[in-house]
Structures are given as structure tokens and as C-alpha cells.
């Protein structure tokens, strides 16, 4: 948070240049060619969660959207009326001679409707403008449906940042540390996807090009095997560019991976980078987002890996692809035996001790990431085969999106270094790619491929549902932030280490919020039971179930549970709450945070809490979501509990000190 606060900060101070950027972004995503390279989705819907979160307005990022794709079209189309016919062997249109004939047809089919269609129809949306200014469509016509389209685009691509970005603001209001895991997971699954658009929008034509060469080269040279390997890189052939590009991922993915390999068995396991990230995500993490990363984790477990597997494979056989069926339970057997050697054969450490047994205690590759990687990767192969560019873009994109997420899951949970994942990722792509050039050359017949990725997802969401309804209790305990306790006498806690522990409450950013009335040494229920004559009852512990009243803009503060206060990315232990007489829209809240102290008699050891008050009340955040607001709890409602806890029968109330200006009891568990 402390390395992105600083940008959202300048954004906020700055928009004008935040409005440039976008401006920029959405006339270039309409310009001739220009625009199969501009991130144009991801940035918008960007600016969408900025305006989400706050820290851009509503208005001037959709005035500027407009007004960039209204120029960026108007630009392509005047280039298409100077220079007619003669653009298309222009630079850079005379590069892309298929993508060019295809906008001709689009427009030839849908005619004057071809310019607000063409805007939300990848590839043909960067030159059907030129095209039309070719064709000679009328000036004021095209003004027309290009002002008009052009603000239902802007709406199309900013709204659903909007509300990703309020959910954003709502988990923020809930963790900044969980806002800052969520946004770094929507970073990553943008940037896969825009890789995956680029390779399917603008690789694509300039391996033609290359294909033309290379073929053409081959053809000259004497000899029957010249003239087969000239044939099957001929552009003529549907089926070149993906061998092609199946075969350079291969090689790419095999340098990097023995690059991995070596330095992780030569000793070089853990480099600085490693280092560097396994702090990262150990500063970030926090209790809400535990949870998701696990339930996201276990979606990459075996047994879910092996209910997708036995999916697809019974599919291909139940449609008698035989060989497809073998080559893929092939490449999977040979990934998982890769993955086992490799662990047992390096015998890297994993960041954190986790419960497993065999070679799995070894952290060299993800097993995680190796098998998410090679059975999607198998899966989007089959699905997308017979389909076009774009449809290859939305499968790969999909399955690219859940392999993404559970990679970083592996990351953030402590269960493997960077380079773990990394490697596990590229071994699964050449291993996809491997199976991609088999299936290209030798296509399988009757698959049904709509019918295997959406049979092969259901059993996905199903498998993984009920392994998570099952294990998640489990899994929570497995990769649980291990937890550390400093044992020492009564009489150093009282004297002088409570000195050691946070004055106040380390949240948002790792800034300070309420202060710590007291610190209390003993058992939870006994102190629970200790007030509850006091009109304290006891909250049971929050989960993301009992946060569906937040979704009910109309709930009352009752209705609400307490908002998960989180200090430095852990829930209380122990959280009460009690009615604020006069005041039925407020509530004082206490919340007991664990530390890693305990405070020992003899034999006896008590850990030792945090103990904050606050006041809530209710919020209603742009009417969309009600969620209790933290106040700061007033002198006379700390001095109350205060007396409180000095005459409850069960507590004992040590010393009182003081430490820049702020008074805190010293509290034990009454013998």
C-alpha cells in the first residue's frame, strides 16, 4: 500500500494528467492499426475503479473518453478519405493485408451501422474508419454514428471499473491491505489479458508477414523436404501460424525454464527478487484475504486438477478422439512425474513450513502452477482449435485468468518462492505448447469443443466447490501465518515490555488508527464472561457470509455486524459490542488483537492482547452498501470501561502507565 498510495495520491492531487493519459489512450485505441496495440480496455476500466474508489470524478474521465475515441476515428477516417485506395500500401496497413480485407467486408455487410458495430468488434474496430473514409461514406453521416457511438463506448468501458472500483472502496473500508492484494490480482489478470490480445490482434499479421518470407525462401531451395517445410509455413496453410507460434512458445518456455533450473540447483534457490517478494506478500497479508488466496488455492489442488483431467479425457473419449485423449493424458502423467523429480532431485525449502508429506515438502517447481498451466492449457488448446482469433483470445484468456490467480495464490500464502511459480508456469506452457503443435498437426475430429469447455468448467466449479465446502477449515490451519510467541515473567510485562507493543492500531497503509486502551494477559472467555454483567455480548467470529448485510443499502446499524478492524493484517481474537444509551444508531465496539507476547507465572503462561474501543456507526456508501463506520470512542466511554474492568470480579487490573500522552491498563486473568 505504502508504494501505491503515492500514485493514487498524485492522481488524486493531479487529475488533469490522469484525464491526459486517458484521452491519449482512447484516441489511440481508434487510430488505423495503432490501436491493436493500445490497452485501451484495462486502462479505461481503470480509470473506472479510480473513480470507484474516489480519486477520480465521474464526469471528466467519461468527457475525455468521448472525446478521444470521437478524434481517434474521425483521424482514421479523414486518412482513409486523402489518400483512398493508395493507404492500403501505406505503411503500417500494408502489413496487415488480411486484417484490412476483413474490415472491408465487415463494412460491405452491416454498411452505415459498420462504425458504431465495429467499435466493440476487436481487430476490425482499428481500421474500419479508414476503411469507410475509403469507401467515401458521408461526412456528416459518419459525425453522427461516430459522436454516438462513440459515449455509449465510453459508458460500455468505464462503468464496470465503477463498481469493481466500489468494491475495491468497500474492501478498503474493510483493509487497506486487502485492497492493495485485490488490486495487485486485477493488475496481474489485465496485463495477461492484454498479452493474450496482442498475441491474438497484432502478432498474428506480422507472422504472416515473416511466414511469406520464410516460405517463400524455402520454396526457392532445391529438394522435396524444402518444399514440405515450405508448404506447411505457407501463409495458405490455416494451421502455419499456430504451429509457428506453438513451437516459439515451446523455445521461449525452455530457455527461461532451464535458466530457473540451473541457478535453483546450483544453490542459487532463494535470489533477492525471491526474497523481496516473500516479504512483500508477508507485509500484505491480512485475514479477509486469507481466505480468498486459500479458497482460490484449493481450486489448484489435486483432486480438483484430477476431477478436471477425467473430464476432459472422458469427453474425448466418449467422442472417440482417441489419439487426442492419449497425447493429453501423456502430457499430463509426464508434467506431474517432471514436477515430482524436480522437487526431489533440488530439494528447495519453501518459504514457509507447510504440512505435506513426500516430495511435496520441496517447493521447486509449483506443483500448483505446473498442473493449473498444462490442464488448462490442454483444455484452451482443444476448445479453440477450430475457432477464430478472437475466439482463441476469449478461451485463452479464460483459462489464462484462472491459472493467473491461483499462481499468485501459491505467492501470497507463503507456499512458494517467485521463482517456483515462475517456473512451474513456463514448464506448463511448453508442455501446452508441446500438445498445441501435435494438435495442429494432426487435428482431432469431432470434439464438440463448446460443448468440452463448458462440461470441463462445470466440473471445475463443482469439484473445487465441494473440495473448498469440505477442506477449507483444514487449509485455513495449513497455511496459516505462523504465529509467534515471546514467553516472559509477569513482572518484565508489567515493568517495562509493554513498552515494546503498538500504542495504537496499524491498519490503512500501515498508518495508525485508535489508540490501545489496555493490554490484557489471560484466557478470552474468561475476560468476555468477566463483563458481561456490563451489557457486553460477545460477536462471533467474521466471515465474508456475515457480511451480506453490507450489500443491503437500507440495513439498520443492528443488522450490521462489526466491521473487521484489522491490526497489521490479523481480526481480534475477541470482539463485544454494547448499545450506546440515547444514541440507538451507535454502538461501542471492543476488540481484543493477539500479540506475540505472553506473560508467564510459574508454570502458567497467558498471551497477552491489545485490547481497543471504538464507537461505530452506520455508513451508506453512494447507496449502494451499508457498513459500520469506526468513530473514535469518547473520554467518558473509556472511562466507564475502565471502571469497569477495575471492578469485575474475574479481572485484575496490575498497573496503570503511560506512554506519550496516552494512559493504558495492565490487565490479568484474576486467579
Known amino acids: 500500500m505504502d508504494v501505491i498510495q503515492p500514485y493514487l495520491d498524485y492522481f488524486s492531487a493531479n487529475p488533469e494528467w490522469a484525464l491526459v493519459i486517458i484521452f491519449l489512450v482512447a484516441m489511440g485505441e481508434a487510430l488505423l492499426i495503432i490501436g491493436l496495440f493500445v490497452p485501451s480496455t484495462a486502462v479505461l476500466v481503470g480509470a473506472g475503479v479510480l473513480i470507484g474508489t474516489g480519486h477520480l470524478s465521474f464526469w471528466p474521465v467519461i468527457i475525455v473518453t468521448t472525446l478521444g475515441a470521437i478524434l481517434g476515428d474521425q483521424l482514421s477516417y479523414w486518412a482513409g478519405r486523402f489518400f483512398g485506395e493508395s493507404l492500403k500500401t501505406m505503411w503500417p496497413l500494408n502489413h496487415y493485408p488480411q486484417l484490412v480485407a476483413k474490415g472491408e467486408d465487415f463494412v460491405r455487410e452491416h454498411g452505415g451501422k459498420s462504425v458504431a458495430i465495429g467499435r466493440f468488434v476487436p481487430g476490425v474496430k482499428s481500421v474500419v474508419p479508414g476503411v469507410v473514409g475509403m469507401l467515401g461514406m458521408n461526412q456528416a453521416f459518419f459525425v453522427f454514428v461516430n459522436v454516438t457511438s462513440a459515449v455509449v463506448w465510453a459508458f460500455v468501458h468505464v462503468l464496470p471499473g465503477v463498481l469493481i472500483g466500489q468494491g475495491l472502496a468497500f474492501a478498503g473500508e474493510l483493509s487497506g491491505r486487502l485492497f492493495v492484494v485485490l488490486l495487485v490480482l486485477l493488475v496481474l489478470l489485465a496485463l495477461a489479458g492484454y498479452v493474450i490480445r496482442l498475441a491474438a490482434a497484432g502478432v498474428s499479421p506480422y507472422l504472416n508477414h515473416l511466414l511469406v518470407r520464410v516460405s517463400d525462401w524455402a520454396r526457392a531451395k532445391p529438394g522435396r523436404s524444402w518444399q514440405r517445410f515450405a508448404r506447411a509455413l505457407a501463409p495458405e496453410n490455416p494451421r502455419s501460424v499456430a504451429i509457428v507460434l ?336 440515547g444514541d440507538p444508531d451507535a454502538r461501542e465496539v471492543l476488540r481484543l488483537y493477539k500479540t506475540d507476547v505472553a506473560a508467564a507465572e510459574g508454570s502458567l503462561t497467558k498471551p497477552v492482547y491489545l485490547v481497543s474501543l471504538t464507537r461505530e456507526v452506520r455508513s451508506n456508501g453512494l447507496k449502494l452498501y451499508s457498513i459500520p463506520a469506526l468513530a473514535p470512542a469518547s473520554p467518558d466511554d473509556v472511562a466507564q470501561l475502565r471502571s469497569a474492568w477495575a471492578g469485575a470480579k474475574g479481572l485484575s487490573v496490575l498497573a496503570s502507565r503511560e506512554r506519550d500522552g496516552i494512559a493504558k491498563d495492565l490487565i490479568a486473568a484474576a486467579p
Open 246 to 581: 506453438f513451437a516459439a512458445i515451446a523455445v521461449a518456455g525452455v530457455i527461461g525454464l532451464l535458466n530457473l533450473g540451473f541457478r535453483a540447483a546450483t544453490g542459487d534457490a532463494v535470489s533477492n527478487i525471491d526474497l523481496s517478494v516473500a516479504s512483500l506478500m508477508r507485509e500484505t497479508r491480512n485475514a479477509p484475504a486469507d481466505t480468498i488466496m486459500t479458497v482460490i488455492t484449493m481450486m489448484g489442488d489435486t483432486p480438483v486438477m484430477l476431477a478436471l483431467a477425467a473430464a476432459m479425457l472422458g469427453w474425448l473419449v466418449w467422442h472417440k478422439a482417441y489419439r487426442a485423449a492419449w497425447a493429453a493424458g501423456f502430457v499430463i502423467v509426464a508434467a506431474k512425474l517432471f514436477e515430482m523429480a524436480m522437487k526431489a532431485g533440488i530439494q528447495r525449502a519453501r518459504p514457509s513450513e507447510l504440512n505435506y508429506a513426500g516430495p511435496d515438502i520441496f517447493s521447486f517447481p509449483s506443483g500448483h502452477a505446473t498442473m493449473s498451466t498444462v490442464i488448462f492449457g490442454i483444455l484452451a488448446v482443444l476448445v479453440s482449435h477450430s475457432m477464430g482469433r478472437w475466439g482463441r483470445a476469449l478461451v485463452y484468456a479464460t483459462c489464462a485468468v484462472v491459472v493467473v490467480m491461483i499462481a499468485y495464490s501459491r505467492v501470497y500464502l507463503g507456499a512458494h518462492w517467485l521463482s517456483d511459480v515462475l517456473a512451474g508456469l513456463l514448464f506448463g506452457t511448453v508442455m501446452m505448447a508441446a500438445f498445441g503443435v501435435a494438435i495442429e498437426a494432426i487435428p482431432p475430429r469431432r470434439i464438440k469443443p463448446v460443448g468440452l469447455f463448458a462440461s470441463a468448467l462445470g466440473v471445475f466449479v463443482l469439484a473445487g466447490g465441494l473440495h473448498v465446502a469440505t477442506g477449507l477449515a483444514r487449509a485455513h490451519q495449513l497455511y496459516a501465518m505462523p504465529e509467534r510467541q515471546v514467553a516472559m515473567p509477569v513482572g518484565q510485562w508489567v515493568g517495562s515490555a509493554w513498552e515494546t507493543l503498538p500504542l495504537r492500531r496499524i491498519d490503512l497503509a500501515g498508518r495508525p488508527e485508535e489508540v490501545f486502551i489496555a493490554q490484557y494477559a489471560g484466557d478470552l472467555d474468561h475476560f468476555a464472561q468477566s463483563l458481561d454483567g456490563g451489557g457486553w455480548s460477545v460477536v462471533p467470529a467474521w466471515t465474508w457470509r456475515k457480511s451480506l448485510p453490507y450489500l443491503n443499502p437500507d440495513a439498520t446499524l443492528a443488522e450490521l455486524p462489526p466491521r473487521p478492524a484489522l491490526h497489521e493484517g490479523l481480526q481480534a481474537r475477541l470482539t463485544l459490542t454494547r448499545k450506546v444509551e
